[in-house]
Each structure stands twice: as C-alpha cells, then as structure tokens.
C-alpha cells in the first residue's frame, strides 16, 4: 500500500487547489499533444506496482490549448496549466479542483499527489505515456473524443457456463469493432478492460465516438478473460450493437478455450477465417470448396468444379448449435450443414444433418490465413456504383417476382445527369438521385402505370425501400442500400445489360 499510495501522491497536485498566489505557467507546448484529450489505462510504478481504473472514462485529462488543460478524477473535475520546455518535456501548474465526496479508492488517493512531479511525456503506437520524476512511474493514456465532441457508451455483461471462481490474474477485455469488411481485419473503436474480476456476470462500458460510427457498416463486441496473458475464456460468435436495428446494450455468452477441461471442438475461434477442402465429384476430377466463416455471422462460400468451367457462389448467415458442435449455413442456395471435428476442421453432413457414410474425403481445413473471395470474371474485386447494372436479389420480408425478363427490378445510376433509370417489377422507374460518400438519396421518383398480375408486390417494397434509403455498400459485385439507421433495405448483384 505504501508503493501505490507513493505513486498517487505524485498526481495529487493534478486535482488539488492551486494557491491564490501560483504563479502562471508559460506556455511552450508542442502541436504533438496540444488540443487531444485521453483516458487513464494504467499506472505502472517504479517498483513493478500496478493501478488499473475500474472506469477509464472517470479518469481523463484534455489538453485544451498550448498552456491550458483540464482534467477529470473520478468525480472531480479540475483545470490548470501545462508548459513544454523541449521535446518531450512536460511539466504541470497547481490545479483548481472540485471537491465532491468521491468513493475512497488508492487511485484517487494518489493521484492528486503525483501531479507536480511529471517530467516527461511521449506518444507511442497512439498512447500517451506521462512519467514520473526519478523513476516514479509511468502514467498509461488512450485516446478519447476530441474536446466538443460527444462520447457515448455501449454497456453490457459477459458471462460463462462454468461454476467457478476466476483466479487472482485474470482480466476481462472487451472490444467494440467495424467487422463491415470481409477482406481486412477489424477496426478497433472502442476498448474496455476489467482487471481482477470476481464476479459473473461481469458488468462493463465501452466508450466510443459516435462520429466513427457509420451507418450502413456493422459493429460487433467481443469479449475475453486471460490469465496470465493465456487465454482462459472467449465469445465463439458476433454480438451486434449501434447499427442495422441493434442496440447499445449487449450480453456476452464466454466459452472456456484451453486447458485439460475444456472442449475447444464447441467453438470456432479467430474469425474471420478461410475453410478449403477438396470433395469428390460424380462427373469431374473433384470439386474444390472454400468456405469464408466471419465476425458477424455471415459467410461466403465458392465450389469450382475441376475441369469444367463451372463455379457456386453463394453468401447468407451460419449459426452454431447450442452444444457448439453443429454449423448451419443458409444462403441463397440450400441450407448445408458441417460438424467441428475440431476448431481447424469442418466435415459435411448430409441433408438430415448426419455423418456421411463414406470413406471419401468430405472435410474443409482452415487456412493460415484469411482468404476472400474475388469477385468471378472481373479484374477488380469490387465495381463502381454509378454506370453499373444492378439487379435486386433480395428485399428483407419480400418475394422478388417479375412478370418477364425485361421488367426484372433494376437500375442503373447516369454519373452525367444525376438520374436513376430502371424497372420495379412490371413499370420502368426514374427519378434524380445524390451521392455524398457513402451518403446516397433518391428524390422525384416517377413510374409507368401498368398493371401487372405478377411483379405488383415485388415493385412497391422496392420502390418504398428506395424512399428510405440512406447509405450504400458495395463488396465485389454486390450493392446493399440501407436507412438512415443502419437497416438493411435492398440487396443487388452486377450483371450484363442484356441479362
């Protein structure tokens, strides 16, 4: 208690009251950290002692201008001066602080002392370091919003299966990510870290700047408890939030990874991934399968048949078991179904979800890496929004019928006139259209008046989904249209004009 009340003491003077009379400090600041605000990770102390905040958001110091800063301790709220005489130099002036009756914890304590003694500062890989004088210790900063704009939080819980106590190491993350992209890894928005848990569920908030949020894109949380660095616990599928109908609350199912006790062939870890097999064939050499397994529950899968020109692409949703031994795939083909023999190896079942009684070869085997899946017979792995054929292949609670080819719902965007041209279903559709970056708005829609006894009900879900739409996607060949709050309206593929 000595070690960790010593190192607070040094960050008092950042919450304490300055005297009437301190003395100003000059300002001498760097543009490296002038105008940025952070979020206390950590406190790591001289001699190896360790603080973690129970809430990095209580916890915060912003550097408003070249000599200003104000700072955020639990409940208090305070400000002061800051000056820089050279590079990575820092030094701090007394501090106006509130006084609320905040809960006794070491690090509020002890914070309010160290103040005074900061020396030096630098920002690695995004984080700011703020160190002590004579070794004292070192103060571990990340990034928040910037001064003026709003944060806001994703809270939830995480539990596990287990009836058991967590040991004395361990530590709960968890991470809000844009998962919208199957060919890169995710994009990291927002962390939270629980050290020492002792309790499920475990209660936690993520902080996140809505100004990263978009709304067609898809975000997900997931959650981990390690000890010792090694991993103990693990979310096995996605947890949607902030977009496409989902909410800012979340509850997170762990299940046990490693150890003797543990059954690793229930869970498919480190998604995204990339499963590829080679399966017989009736009437060619084989058939070679890749299956493409990601964060937030959809996948995509291609079967080329060896030696002839002939390709099965098809992309939906897969869902694991409740006894996380049984994988569903549904897509725009028939439902298929694999069991985990373990978490490198899927195996196909047949239709009633059985074995196969076969000696042949039916598994799929991950892939080192993630492998996506270009887009078939084009040199580009995506095609541009305007100037394309788009064909609608999908609205979310609706048949998509046409009385012929040639009224096949579609359009195709004039990047000349700003106008949308196409067919519902049975009438030819026009109308002006807006492109701002991902941002997309149809206005002065206008239609033929046929009647038409096929295609009718297909052309007013399609024509009310374009009324709403908001923002566009395209991944390959593939175009969704969604609402202003991240809903999924309208799914198109490119195709030949003369299809």
Partial sequence: MKNIRAC?????????????DAQKIPSNATSEIGGTSWQLVTFLGGDSSKLTPDDQAKYTIAFETASAVSVRIDCNRGHGTWKSAGPNQIEFGPLALTRAM???????????????????????EGHLFLSLMADGGTYEFEPISAPGVATERVTGTATYRERIALPAGAVFDATLEDVSRADTAATVIGKARIEHPTTSPIAFEISYDPSKI???HSYSIRGRITVDDR?????TKAYPVLTQESGKTVDLLLQRFGGSDSNPETSIPNLPATFIGNWPCADCPGIQYQLNLLLDHTFSSRMTYQERPSRLDDRGRWQLADDGRTLTLRGEHEASRFALHDTNTLRKLDSEGKEIASKLDYDLKRTPTFMAIESENREAAEVPLENTY????RLPGAEINSPSAKQKP??????????????GGCNR????YQIDGDRIRFSQMISTMMACVEG?????????????VGTWKIAGQRLELFDVSGKLRATFESRPHDE
């Fill in 429 to 432: 559709l026009s109308g002006s």
């Fill in 456 to 468: 009718m009900d297909t052309e007013q879900a399609f024509r009310n989904a374009l009324n709403v």
């Fill in 214 to 216: 978009t709304a067609g």
């Fill in 8 to 20: 607070f003491e040094l960050l008092l003077p950042f919450l304490v009251l300055a005297s009437a």
């Fill in 102 to 124: 905040c809960p006794q914890t070491p690090l509020n304590d002890q914070i309010k002392k160290h103040w005074e003694y900061v020396r030096s500062y630098v920002v690695k």
């Fill in 390 to 393: 788009w064909k609608l292949i």
């Fill in 231 to 235: 991993l103990m616990f693990i979310t």
């Fill in 410 to 423: 579609h359009f195709v965007l004039n990047p000349e006139t700003h106008r949308i041209s196409g067919a």
